[in-house]
């Protein structure tokens, strides 16, 4: 999913101190959309918005580099925000 949604990993990790990835981590395992997931990853190509089934939707968009939907940078500054 991160990397259908641009996200860079290494950039997500250091988010929180480990802390926001760590979470979006947890949320994924113990999420119950997974065949939602899973039907959404096998059916779509290229980056694509997180889907909003997703708990992880927000880290995702947050933690882009680059956004691939709107032109322009889109802040990382938001994934500490989301370590609750």
């Known amino acids: 999913m991160m990397e259908r949604t641009g996200v860079e990993p290494v950039e997500a990790v ?10 979006a981590r947890n949320t994924c395992l113990d999420c119950l959309s997974h065949r939602e997931c899973r039907n959404w990853l096998q059916n779509t190509e290229g980056l694509q918005f997180p889907p909003d089934f997703c708990p992880n939707a927000d880290f995702f968009h947050a933690c882009v580099r680059r956004s691939p939907w709107a032109e322009g940078e889109v ?4 994934c500490d925000d989301l370590v609750r």
Request: hydrophobic share 35%.
């Open 14 to 23: 250091r988010k929180a101190g480990g802390m926001a990835m760590a979470q």
């Open 75 to 78: 802040s990382n500054d938001g």
